[in-house]
């Protein structure tokens, strides 16, 4: 009888080790992939277009009748017909999961207004996206790049929250930056625009209230 209670109750250490090691691994890959997950969430297409057919929204590039249309990183052009539809003024976006583009700072506050978002500061930003390790699109190797398969640092400059004056801050660079040229995909490069200015690489990005 004696051995048979020890059989039992090894089975039974077992069945408890098997168990406390399921949920040591899924507590280390839970504990992980929220140590890994981005607060900051690039704005696409797709999901700005939503906006304008629920809001009716003209953004300013729209109301102006034409915008800037960056065409590497020395040279830009202005086009009348480019507007988030039709980020280069020729051709109309590709994926809906491209991020939007030809957007200014009045047009992401009115989209923070309507998802419940806010603009990160620019601090934020950075702080932010260090947790964040893929691929970073930038030195004019790669097109403007779908925003779940690449770094929010690079691909397109983001939009950050005002400090109350009229000038707004640039963060992260774009495809067209490098370490060689406008340094954007560092936190020390400095770029500001107005209120109302859009571009073929400038976005933004949003995060919780």
């Known amino acids: ?68 249309v960056q065409l590497d990183v020395y040279n830009y052009t202005t086009s009348e017909n480019a507007t988030w539809k039709i980020p280069d003024g020729i051709n109309k976006v590709s994926s809906g999961a491209l991020p939007v583009t030809q957007v200014s700072y009045n047009d992401a506050l009115a989209y923070c207004e309507w998802a419940k978002k806010r603009l990160p500061t620019y601090d934020e930003y950075w702080d932010i996206v260090k947790n964040d390790k893929r691929i970073i699109i930038s030195n004019n190797k790669f097109p403007i790049s779908e925003i779940d398969t690449v770094n929010i640092v690079g691909n397109v400059w983001d939009i950050t929250k005002n400090k109350n004056n009229e000038r707004i801050r640039l963060a992260g660079g774009s495809l067209f930056c490098s370490e060689k040229t406008c340094h954007g995909t560092i936190k020390e490069r400095e770029l500001f625009v107005d209120k109302e200015t859009g571009n073929i690489n400038i976005g933004f990005s949003i995060m919780d209230l």
């Open 1 to 68: 009888m004696k051995t048979n209670l020890n059989i039992y109750n090894l089975s039974s250490i077992t069945i408890n080790l098997n168990s406390w090691t399921y949920f040591f691994l899924f507590f280390i890959f839970f504990t992980s992939c929220n140590k890994n997950k981005i607060a900051l969430q690039a704005v696409s297409y797709t999901q700005f277009e939503l906006f304008v057919n629920e809001t009716g929204y003209i953004t300013d590039a729209e109301k102006y009748g034409w915008s800037i």
